[in-house]
């Protein structure tokens, strides 16, 4: 009975007008269907496509293309769905580590290797969460690795945990479509000079928590490991090195010739010590055009002596040789010396426009930046200690950022303090002209903008407009740049015992600049929230700003 | 395959730098058009190639309707003289892009013309527009549920219950 009610709805559908498309037509509108971005569960709706008729089954069945973006987070039974559905076809392994895939799923991911083009496997948030089983599915992740890989193009897998894994060449090094290589917190898989040709991204980055562990460098690359497989790449634009070598001890071996990277855009090396990042750069002959980044780790013991020498080292480089290719120098800096995440970065660069940095020009077009990732500590101890070994650091502090956050302010009450040391440490506050804040409620930028109000403390804020208070000693005058990063502007703050959106507040700190004749030129909203759908609060800065810019990203939430 | 018809080169004035083309619709309406325009079709394209094989020019006849038909001249017209990537045999197969503002206002239009002008396209060998016409058919039943998009496009469940609950559906999302 079923079938022939089955059958007559079948013949119905025949005639349908959808169903007169050809296949290929179908199968292009259901391409269309998947979202370009897969979050589970929602956006695998479109999978029901396949369920509407028996036609429209069929042709997403066979339409391999469909099933090509194997997502690991779907899960063990969708990710085995797409890889049988995927039927040989060029497919991409994408997706953060999702806690419950099991060692035989993962074989089994492993196995379609011969047909993959695209592996992106991360889990770096998620790594916490992870069981044994987990670690031991990862490991036999890496062991499927070891085998050809005839048309994978790029790999990127990052993990928050290094553990250990057989060694094992990887893709039985063969992988002759190989052109990107992406590894952080990685870099266990033993390789060979052989492993990849005619890369054209290389990248192997260890975070800083893991190069003080003991083990963590056993089956790292060694420098000339490294050096053999760029002979082999001529064509890489971009090289990203951090951390991966361990500490090397024996003699440099004399046989290396220069490896030339004529075609390299992008360069960034991080060596456990300088003497290894100066024999690196050695080995390298880069076009001058290139950006050549030395980032080096510094901790607690750093001193004036530690300082003066990296800079006596790189002076060359510093003072703008021509023949020495430069972009810039990051020192990283673990203030609590707990080995886990920076805490400070100095940068010494030839472009002033790095995010939430306070940037100071120390030689014409040469910029010194610092970085934190907090302002709790300004740090400003060992900003001054820089600062004295750099014979020509009395230049111009150009630019200030600030990521401040809410709770920054709420501990200390005097948010203004923060501004106060950084602009000690140089002494030139007033030449202040540029200044982001970023990932704040709002109250930052109302320091950046010269204490018009005045932290009392617990949030609450006064106006002040008496040049004399102490508040006011921040003002700064040559301020005509502002960039204002991911602020609520409906948000309200308590000013003189009220509560004030913050969009009225900023309003008031505009026309305060503008009656001490120091309005901005330029105003940057970059990320903001808007108190209505059409921003017409801008409207009343009009006259007061010189010209107001919106990024794309900015949005409104009128509610 | 069309039926092609011999014409008389008065009513199809073929010579000098404009030349046309005689299209006939399955409702008989007998279309000129420059053929710069019907260039976008690499159907239209390769007949017209044909012509100069044999040095004679004939009517096209096309098996679809002078209404479908005339919106997909408005198309081609519209992009007369621009590269469009979906038209570019040479060119790697573009990703999902958006559809084109003026695309999104022409296929405003009811779901059987837009099905009808789908497979014209596909027909006449239009890349573009097909890619468009995929990408509206796409937005009317993204997001939609099973009985939604039957409804929407207008066909049955014609699953048997076995068929219903067979593995390859078992992935339900």
Redesign the interface.
């Known amino acids: 009975m ?2 022939a009610i ?2 007559a ?2 013949r ?2 025949a005639i ?7 296949p290929e ?1 179908l199968s ?7 979202p ?1 971005t897969h979050a589970f ?1 929602a956006d ?11 036609r ?2 069929e042709v997403a ?1 066979n339409s391999t293309h469909l099933w090509s973006e194997v997502h690991l987070q779907w899960g063990e ?2 990710v085995g ?1 797409m890889l049988s559905r995927s039927k040989g076809t060029p497919i991409v392994i994408i997706g953060s580590w999702r806690a419950g895939l099991t060692r035989r799923k993962v074989a089994d991911i492993a196995k379609h290797l011969p047909h993959t083009r695209k592996i992106e496997i991360g889990n770096y948030y998620e790594w916490n969460r992870a069981s044994p089983d987990d670690h031991d599915a990862i490991r036999h992740l890496c062991i499927g690795l070891n085998a050809p890989a005839p048309i994978l193009e790029s790999i990127s897998l990052a993990f928050n945990q290094v553990s250990v894994y057989n060694p094992f060449p990887l893709f039985k090094n063969s992988a002759p479509q190989l052109r990107a290589i992406h590894f952080l917190n990685f870099t266990r898989f033993p390789w060979t000079p052989r492993f990849a040709t005619n890369l054209v991204q290389l990248e192997i980055i260890l975070s800083l928590k893991f190069t003080h562990r003991e083990g963590t460098h056993r089956f790292s690359p060694s420098i000339d490991e490294v050096l053999d497989v760029l002979r082999y790449s001529p064509t890489l634009e971009d090289l990203t090195l951090v951390r991966c070598f361990g500490p090397f001890h024996g003699a440099r071996r004399s046989d290396h010739h220069v490896v030339n990277l004529p075609h390299l855009t992008h360069c960034t090396l991080g060596m456990l010590n300088l003497s290894d990042s100066l024999y690196m750069i050695k080995q390298l002959l880069i076009p001058t055009s290139a950006e050549l980044r030395i980032v080096l780790d510094i901790d607690h013991t750093v001193g004036d002596a530690t300082f003066s020498t990296i800079f006596s080292s790189l002076s060359e480089r510093i003072t703008g040789t021509e023949d020495l290719p430069f972009y810039d120098v990051v020192f990283r800096y673990d203030s609590d010396d707990d080995h886990y995440d920076e805490d400070l970065e100095l940068v010494i660069s030839r472009a002033p426009n790095r995010h939430c940095d306070t940037v100071m020009e120390i030689q014409p077009g040469l910029f010194l930046s610092l970085c934190t990732g907090g302002t709790r500590e300004p740090h400003a101890e060992l900003i001054k200690s820089a600062m004295r070994t750099l014979p020509d650091a009395m230049g111009t502090l150009c630019q200030i950022g600030m990521s401040m956050d809410r709770d920054t302010f709420r501990e200390r009450s005097d948010a203004a303090l923060c501004v106060q040391d950084w602009l000690d440490a140089f002494g030139l506050k007033t030449d202040v002209h540029s200044v982001f804040t970023d990932r704040n409620d709002g109250t930052s930028f109302c320091v950046a903008l010269g204490m018009c109000v005045e932290a009392e403390g617990d949030g609450v804020w006064q106006f002040t407009e008496d040049t004399d208070a102490p508040a006011t000693q921040y003002f700064l005058p040559k301020l005509s740049s502002l960039t204002l990063y991911d602020v609520h502007f409906m948000e309200t703050v308590q000013v003189d015992g009220y509560e004030l959106p913050l969009y009225v507040l900023f309003e008031i700190c505009m026309k305060a600049r503008q009656r001490a004749n120091s309005p901005l030129d330029t105003l940057y909203l970059v990320s903001c929230r808007a108190p209505d759908a059409d921003w017409g609060w801008l409207e009343s800065l009009k006259g007061v700003v010189g010209t107001i810019e919106l990024s794309k990203d900015n949005f409104s939430d009128p509610d | 395959m069309p039926t092609i018809v011999s014409v008389d080169d008065s009513t199809v004035p073929g010579e000098g730098s404009s030349r046309l083309l005689l299209l006939v619709s399955s409702d008989n309406k007998h279309i000129v058009v420059e053929e710069d325009i019907m260039s976008r079709s690499r159907f239209i394209s390769k007949q017209v190639e044909g012509f100069e094989a044999t040095s004679q020019r004939h009517a096209i006849l096309l098996p679809f309707s002078s209404f479908v038909l005339n919106k997909v001249i408005e198309y081609c017209s519209h992009y007369r003289g621009y590269y469009l990537l979906e038209d570019d045999p040479d060119a790697a197969p573009p990703g999902r892009s958006p559809v084109r503002e003026w695309d999104q206002e022409f296929l405003d239009v009811d779901r059987n013309m837009l099905l009808r002008i789908i497979k014209a396209a596909h027909y006449l060998e239009i890349k573009s527009l097909v890619g468009s016409c995929a990408r509206a058919i796409a937005d009317m039943i993204r997001g939609k549920t099973t009985e939604e998009m039957r409804e929407i496009l207008g066909v049955e469940n014609d699953f048997t219950p076995e068929e219903e609950h067979s593995p390859s559906s078992k992935c339900t999302g």
């Open positions: 079923y079938t089955s059958y709805k079948l119905r559908n349908a007008l959808i169903s007169r498309l050809p037509i292009r509108v259901f391409y269309f269907c998947v370009e569960p695998i709706q479109w999978i029901k496509v396949s369920h509407v008729c028996t429209w089954r069945l039974d969708w769905e």
